[in-house]
């Protein structure tokens, strides 16, 4: 089992049990960050919504610095897959109950061989987010120790949630679908591809 | 000084149950003890313990009473293997007991010396008859602890389970089975032939019921229901039979309690009836631990499938300890019912019906750990038990299913035995037992479960023939059974735990806890004694020089005292 | 003696509803006092060893699959299986999910299927109906067709999942 | 011990007359428990095509021979039980059938059908059965009292003279209320009724030890409970309710009067315990213990009581 390098309880006062996180500002986060990191691309899409753009190996410490901030409540690490860029894009949302914001840290990699380091270590909760990932994209976190099988039952075939991935056709082959009227299907979703982006 | 041996019908009784089973029990114990590397001498033990128990029934005086009574003792004593836990304990509290009842008849003996009568039973019924009445109280209370404590009566009960439980497995048969029926034959003997019911009816009785017989019979529901209900709760098989014949020897204490010809021979029968369905349950579950090394009931299961037979034998143990109709048990539970109903005690009666309820559950928590649910894969390959195993449990099986038939055959032997320590037995005929409020029929019962059988089969060959399936293909609400399936599915740990949260600040064992502070007690005294004679020797020179100073002040005072 | 059973089963039909899908909360009317479905003698029961017909009520994931093929052999012929919703016919709304089966009766033999995005009571109804009378005429045959050709049911069971090493119900004998 | 033709009639004539009567019972039951729930509910005879169609089974699975002999003793003891039940005043077997016998007659099929669902392997059968048996240890101390109570007050043990002791309408529920009360407040857990049906609680345990009985098995065990109902009722009946003695007589026309009495005040005890179930939920089993151990036994002890003090004729 990976163990949690931080201490969770920094943030909390245990002993009056209420939540006393340092109240900064959403900007000023965005502008710590920015010195933290030089490389870090930070901006503000909305009113209470920020973003940064990151490399894949300073995420770590990113999130990390994140999480002393206040930013300690993990809400998901999502995944889009670019096959015409060939990468495959992470994006970890980490919401602040002092400051009421939501930060999200952007990553790139690879399409081919997508691997990136796990975030179990900083925030517990990825672990199940990562596995589902694992097994909808096909991308490999090393040091998740739990990248089993998880909703697929006995599947053989390709991370469905790519877009390369025709599920119309997939399930003719593997659930004897029978198409009755192809020509009133639209064109994209017999060839290769499911959505096309744009 | 001679000693008188004499066999009379009722002795007769007595070793009869305690000799057939004896050879039975010798051939039941070839293949263990072949196996086991037994570092003590199991037959010459088992032999002195057998010639014990026959010759207490045999002795005619007290003195050769008091030899074959330690005899027995020391050699059940020394055959309290201490493999398992708890069996250093159990050795002790035998030891303690043991010393407990023979020190019982010594003051028997001592008292009857100081009436200058002899030593045979005919001096001793002389003795206590121009007795004192308190004279007589004491002798009866001495005699109950001495021969109560034997046979497990209330509060000297917590030595029986331990030391039937952790004695070797093929000795525990003989020991519940048959040498706790010495105890019963002292009983017997202290209360109708000593004493003799028509003395003590003098202390108050109420439409001949006896008031000492009453509280004999109270003392009996007691232990029948502590031993019914802690058997309940046991994890080892062992123990839960061991308290389960406690349980049973409460009803036999029950029967002489109430005394009168139903009581008595109710009494009597149980003593035949509980020998052949303890020394089976024993001997059936002794076959199961020879086969498994195991015998927590936790830990087994599934046993009918590999050792059809003995499960077989055990059933119809477990349903003689059950009172279940089909079976001879009912016919002795019955009498005593009977008799507790004829003398109007009708009090006793629910309390003796919810001890032999607790026999249901506890019978049915050694079946369903033991036998039934799921074969473990480590007994998988268990062998049934051996031919010379298998031999006498079959014998005492047909036993008890041929009494079912024929209740009266047993009566024969009862009623000589009550004539000779006079008392009229009961009317009964071969297949019917009677009773002053009731009648029991064997013969009817069985025929009608004929009848049903009959009406059972043809309903069940209407269907179609039944297709066997193993034991791993069962609901599990559509789940792919897992792999340890074996363990996890067998229900067989906590077994009545709902009614344990709510018995157990009832049940739970403080007679056991109360001996346990007597006994500490008992150690500080020693301790403190320990004090005085600190072990070097010249101070027990100079106690003796004090000693024998007092005792020269006494002589020459009062000189010639005796 | 065939007629006698057969009329005796149609009378007194017992389910065991899987509650797959959402055709699971359309039970509940049928038994409560609008519709009360022991009229016919039909009521729940507890394990697929007591039960006749087996309600598919939605659609079905390859993991309820699994649990669904498990629960119908155990059953005891004769069985029936209903079929709830478009769903079971041809997937019904997720016609190309990469995850759902698309006809039930490629997996186990089907004697209804009750068409409708979850029917109504009324269909319900309408379906125990007409297996009453296909039963009482012989024709609700579903429990002989897996067992003639199991070979056919398997292969296509196979195809989708496989059967764990503690599955434990031998192949239905194949007569 | 020679049977006289009449009882030989009457010995395979009992058993069929509890069978249809205890299907019929179970047919008004559902009738009447479907009516408190405002909904048609089955027809009557809906008991009896249940039995049919799974007897019609055409495959039944078996864990092996342990299974059917469970199946077997349960139809056996409550086919001797209903032998031992006098029905409709006269006992079928004449010989003077004991009250404490048949108390332990009563246990055989439970036993019996104990083994039956233990070597099935799987752990509802076997949780479901020792519920039963913790059940029957708690309603068997106030059941036990009213027994003991009714064999003093009579001053006999057998069954067939306690009906005749009760004859033209001295039932025995006037002269022992108590007792009464208790007993009926016991027998709504010997038939297995809510509050008291944890041994078959099909949502706990899937239907506690009929869980791997199917085709003719599950038959058989549904033919062993309707059975066991009437034996049951029957039995409160002939303790306090006069046994169905109202027509004397010898012949045959008396005899069917009797039984119709008898099975008439058989059903009517049967629904005072179905309307209880209808609006009871189910209690846990530590709960019952207390509740049986509590307040019946209570009542059964005033009544024993009272039966003891009148014996010495204290009372009057």
């Not at chain 2, 001890?355 to 268990?382: H, N, P, T």
């Not at chain 4, 899937?206 to 029957?234: D, T």
Request: with cysteine; net charge neutral.
């Amino acid at each position: 089992m990976v163990e949690d390098t931080l201490d969770h309880t920094k943030g909390m006062d245990p002993l009056k049990g209420e939540y006393k996180p340092g109240t900064i500002k959403l900007e000023e986060a965005l502008v710590r960050i920015g010195k933290l990191v030089p490389g870090a691309e930070t901006a503000v899409r909305r009113a209470r919504r920020g973003i940064v753009k990151v490399t894949p190996d300073m995420k770590d410490l990113v999130l990390k610095g994140l999480k002393e901030m206040g930013f300690d409540h993990f809400v998901a690490v999502t995944c889009i897959d670019w096959p015409e860029e060939k990468r495959m894009e992470l994006v970890y949302h980490l919401w602040s109950y002092g400051t009421k914001g939501i930060i999200m840290v952007e990553t790139d990699i690879d399409r081919d061989m997508p691997s990136i380091g796990t975030a179990v270590p900083i925030f517990r909760p990825a672990i199940t987010y990562e596995r589902e990932i694992h097994e909808m994209f096909g991308v490999d976190f090393p040091g998740n120790p739990r990248l089993t099988q998880f909703i697929l039952e006995d599947w053989e075939g390709p991370p469905p949630m790519r877009k390369d991935f025709n599920s119309l056709m997939y399930s003719v082959e593997r659930f004897g679908l029978k198409i009755r009227y192809p020509k009133s299907l639209p064109p994209h979703l017999l060839d290769k591809g499911g959505e096309k982006n744009g | 000084m001679s000693l008188l041996f004499d066999i009379d019908w009722f002795s007769y009784l007595f070793m009869a149950s305690i000799g057939v089973i004896a050879p039975l029990i010798l051939m039941y114990s070839f293949q263990p003890m072949k196996d086991a590397a037994r570092e003590r001498p199991f037959y010459g033990l088992f032999m002195l313990s057998l010639i014990g128990g026959i010759g207490i029934t045999i002795a005619r005086d007290l003195i050769s009473l008091f030899f074959f009574w330690e005899l027995m003792t020391w050699s059940a004593l020394l055959l309290i293997d201490g493999k398992r836990k708890g069996a250093g304990r159990a050795f002790k509290t035998y030891l303690g007991f043991g010393m407990l009842s023979a020190g019982g008849i010594l003051t028997m003996i001592a008292m009857v010396a100081s009436t200058g009568q002899g030593y045979f039973f005919s001096d001793v019924f002389i003795a206590l008859k121009d007795g004192s009445d308190a004279f007589r109280i004491i002798f009866l209370i001495v005699g109950m602890i001495a021969f109560g404590s034997k046979a497990g009566l209330a509060p000297f009960h917590i030595w029986a389970p331990g030391a039937y439980a952790h004695a070797s497995d093929s000795f525990s048969a003989f020991f519940s089975g048959g040498l706790s029926k010495t105890g019963i034959y002292g009983t017997f003997l202290v209360v109708d032939v000593f004493i003799g019911m028509g003395i003590l009816a003098t202390y108050g009785s109420w439409n001949e019921l006896t008031g000492i017989g009453l509280i004999i019979a109270i003392f009996g529901a007691v232990t029948a229901l502590i031993g019914g209900v802690l058997a309940m709760f046991q994890d080892d098989g062992k123990k839960l039979l061991a308290y389960s014949s406690v349980s049973q020897l409460g009803y036999i204490f029950v029967g002489i309690g109430i005394g009168g010809s139903v009581g008595t021979a109710g009494a009597l029968y149980h003593v035949l009836n509980h020998t052949l369905f303890k020394t089976v349950l024993f001997m059936g579950f002794g076959a199961v631990i020879y086969r498994t090394g195991e015998h927590r009931l936790s830990r087994l299961g599934g046993m009918i499938h590999v050792m059809p037979a003995t499960f077989w034998m055990f059933l119809v143990g477990i349903f003689a300890a059950a009172a279940i109709p089909i079976t001879s048990g009912l016919a002795s539970k019955w009498l005593i019912y009977e008799a507790a109903l004829e003398k109007g005690i009708g009090v006793m009666v629910p309390i003796l019906f919810l001890a032999s309820v607790s026999a249901f559950l506890y019978s049915f928590r050694i079946l369903q750990g033991g036998f039934m649910g799921q074969l473990r894969d480590e007994f998988k390959d268990v062998k049934e038990a051996p031919l010379t195993m298998m031999v006498p449990m079959g014998i005492i099986m047909i036993a008890l299913i041929v009494f079912a038939f024929i209740p009266g055959a047993p009566m024969e032997l009862i009623s000589r035995a009550m004539q000779d320590i006079g008392m009229q037995a009961p009317e009964y005929s071969t297949i019917e037992l009677g009773s002053g409020v009731g009648t029991y029929s064997g013969l009817v019962v069985m025929i009608s479960t004929g009848i049903g059988f009959v009406i059972a089969c043809i309903m069940f060959f209407a269907g179609p023939l039944g297709r066997k399936i193993s034991l791993r293909d069962t609901f599990t609400a559509g789940e792919e059974p897992m792999d340890r399936m074996d363990r996890k599915f067998h229900y067989s740990w906590n077994f009545y735990a709902p009614y344990e949260r709510v018995l157990k600040p009832y049940f739970n064992r403080w007679i056991d806890k109360a001996w346990r502070k007597l006994y500490r007690g008992a150690n500080q005294v020693g301790r403190l004694h320990r004090t005085v004679f600190n072990g070097d020797v010249t101070a027990y020179l100079w106690l003796i020089f004090v000693a024998m100073i007092i005792v020269g002040a006494l002589l020459w005072q009062y000189g010639g005292w005796f | 003696m065939r007629k006698v059973a057969d009329w005796a089963s149609a009378r007194s039909m017992w389910l065991l509803w899987y509650c797959t899908g959402c055709g699971a909360v359309e039970l509940p009317p049928c038994f409560t006092s609008r519709y009360d479905m022991e009229r016919y003698g039909i009521g729940p029961m507890a394990t697929p060893r007591q039960a006749d017909i087996f309600l598919i009520t939605g659609y079905l994931s390859v993991k309820t699959l699994k649990r669904v093929v498990r629960s119908y052999e155990q059953m005891q012929d004769p069985k029936y299986v209903l079929g709830h919703g478009s769903c079971t016919i041809d997937g019904g709304m997720y016609w190309d999910s990469y995850a759902t089966v698309k006809d039930v009766g490629l997996y186990i033999p089907v004697d209804i299927y009750i068409a409708g995005c979850m029917p109504r009571p009324e269909a319900i109804f309408h379906a125990f109906e007409k297996l009453q009378d296909m039963i009482k005429k012989g024709e609700a045959a579903g429990w002989r067709r897996y067992k003639d050709n199991y070979r056919f049911y398997r292969d296509n069971q196979d195809k989708v999942f496989k059967r764990g090493p503690n599955w434990a119900l031998e192949e239905p004998v194949l007569k | 011990m020679a049977w006289s033709t009449q009882t030989w009639v009457m010995a395979f004539l009992a058993p069929i007359i509890v069978f249809m009567a205890g299907h019929l019972f179970l047919g008004i039951a559902r009738k009447v428990t479907a009516r408190i729930h405002r909904r048609i509910g089955p027809p009557v005879i809906q008991q009896y095509i249940d039995v049919m169609k799974l007897f019609g089974k055409r495959e039944s699975t078996t864990h092996g021979w342990v299974q059917d002999m469970g199946a077997l003793f349960a139809v056996i003891g409550v086919i001797v039980a209903a032998l031992f039940i006098p029905i409709g005043g006269d006992a079928v077997l004449s010989f003077k059938g004991d009250l404490i016998v048949l108390a332990y007659i009563l246990v055989i099929a439970p036993l019996g059908m104990a083994l039956g669902t233990g070597s099935t392997g799987n752990p509802n059968s076997a949780i479901g059965v020792s519920r039963g048996l913790m059940l029957m240890m708690a309603y068997e101390l106030p059941f036990a009292m009213v027994l003991v109570s009714v064999i003093l007050y009579y001053d006999t043990a057998s069954l067939a003279e306690i009906v005749e002791a009760q004859g033209s309408f001295k039932w025995a529920i006037l002269a022992l209320p108590f007792s009464a009360v208790a007993a009926d407040i016991s027998l709504q857990a010997m038939l297995g009724e809510k509050p008291f049906d944890q041994p078959v609680a099909p949502s706990e345990i899937a239907s506690g030890p009929m869980v791997e009985f199917g085709g003719k098995y599950l038959g058989m065990l549904m033919v062993w409970h309707a059975m066991a109902i009437v034996v049951e009722a029957g039995l409160f009946v002939n303790l306090f309710l006069g046994g169905g003695a109202v027509f004397s007589g010898s012949g045959v026309l008396p005899l069917i009067g009797n039984i119709g009495v008898w099975l008439v005040l058989t059903l009517v005890m049967f629904l005072v315990s179905v309307l209880i179930n209808g609006v009871f939920g189910r209690f846990k089993m530590g709960q019952s213990l207390r509740f049986y151990w509590g307040f019946p036994t209570l009542l059964a002890l005033i009544g024993l009581a009272w039966v003891v003090l009148n014996n010495l004729e204290v009372i009057y």
